[in-house]
């Protein structure tokens, strides 16, 4: 993508023109307070670099303490967290960003002292081979139903806030991803086996999310953050998430987020694709239908210029110099320039745990 293509205004949908093409990705930085409230340094990192950007994505708001990624992170588990979210969304949207909140649970990937006690649930109980975790307890129909209606709460605490929307944490191995992966989905029932049972989680939460959208009488944005595949026995398959993008796509969601390393990487789980780029082959499967978001190793005019994709994520950079899309755009960065490995000194609390660039 071409940098003025890329800093030039971008219509997302019939309602919504972004400032530029330019995605702030979703960083935990367990910087928020203890009990998940809006914190200032929460509130001060996103008022630097909001004006920068189209979209801000706040990462990874817990819809439940069962589903918290890590203390320190941001919640909207209750409607006491309302008023802290709002003063986050005010900042973002004074920038001229549309402010995204991105909702998670965690599933399998926390543990009992992080959900302060509360059971750490997934769809089937298969202990995950990384992270701080134990063994889950396996969702039952009832907890699956009150897990979707809590991220139908948590998107009406998104609208109350005034954020423009919500991004669906389906990537890093989180509870949406779960559902879709055969090594830690073996349930038997409409939930498990087949890939339309795999789905139907996914396809759920989505259309009840869309129906709160529905209801609210000004635009309100849905995205959807995938990992493109699982590099693991019997994991998730790039075939099996095309099928979900395309799924997506008929829901009717506004963009499709894809959670890469690498910019410009292709599937190593789908080998007739092998040597095509996942975004091209994201962007073919939903066609002209859905934005398709790209990230990794971003932040340069060099990555830019190669990248391919709708919208352009970048989280690192952003960590490093708040300012960085100002010096691209007026200047450009070649290669070798790229600032990304260079650890901020710390203007805010906690250690970042989901760079999503």
């Given at each position: 993508m071409k940098l003025d293509q890329l800093f030039s205004p971008y219509q997302l949908t019939k309602d919504v023109r972004l400032q530029n093409r330019l995605v702030m990705a979703p960083l935990n930085m367990q910087s928020s307070l203890f009990n998940g409230a809006v914190s200032q340094n929460d509130l001060i990192f996103h008022a630097r670099r909001a004006k920068y950007v189209g979209i801000d994505v706040v990462g990874s708001a817990y819809i439940s303490d069962s589903g918290n990624t890590a203390y320190g992170s941001i919640s909207a588990a209750d409607d006491g967290k309302v008023k802290g979210l709002k003063q986050l969304a005010t900042v973002i949207r004074q920038g001229g960003s549309a402010a995204i909140l991105q909702l998670v649970h965690a599933g399998r990937m926390t543990n009992h002292l992080v959900t302060?006690?509360?059971?750490?649930?997934?769809p089937s109980p298969v202990e995950a081979q990384h992270g701080r975790v134990e063994t889950p307890t396996e969702m039952t129909s009832a907890q699956i139903e009150t897990v979707i209606q809590e991220f139908e709460q948590a998107t009406h605490?998104?609208?109350d806030a005034g954020f423009?929307?919500?991004?669906?944490?389906?990537?890093?191995?989180?509870?949406?991803?779960?559902?879709?992966s055969p090594a830690s989905n073996q349930r038997t029932d409409e939930f498990g086996g087949s890939l339309a049972n795999r789905i139907r989680f996914a396809a759920t939460v989505v259309?009840?999310?869309?129906?709160?959208?529905?209801?609210?009488?000004?635009p309100f944005i849905i995205g959807y953050r995938l990992s493109p595949e699982e590099i693991e026995p019997n994991g998730l398959t790039f075939g099996d998430n095309l099928v979900l993008m395309k799924t997506l796509a008929a829901l009717g969601v506004d963009y499709i987020s894809l959670s890469m390393k690498q910019y410009d990487q292709t599937p190593t789980t789908c080998p007739e694709l092998k040597d095509q780029r996942v975004a091209d082959a994201a962007k073919l499967a939903v066609g002209d239908q859905v934005p398709i978001m790209v990230a990794g190793h971003l932040g340069?005019?060099?990555?830019?210029?190669?990248?391919?994709?709708?919208?352009?994520?970048?989280?690192?950079?952003?960590?490093?110099?708040?300012?960085?899309?100002a010096h691209v755009k007026n200047s450009g960065i070649q290669p070798g320039e790229n600032q990304a490995s260079r650890f901020p000194t710390r203007q805010f609390s906690g250690e970042v745990i989901d760079d999503d660039e």
């Open positions: 302060k006690g509360q059971p750490v649930l997934a605490r998104a609208i423009d929307g919500v991004e669906l944490h389906g990537a890093n191995t989180f509870l949406l991803q779960q559902f879709m259309s009840r999310i869309m129906k709160v959208a529905n209801n609210v009488s000004r340069t005019q060099f990555g830019f210029e190669r990248a391919t994709g709708d919208l352009m994520a970048v989280g690192m950079k952003f960590l490093t110099t708040p300012d960085w899309p």
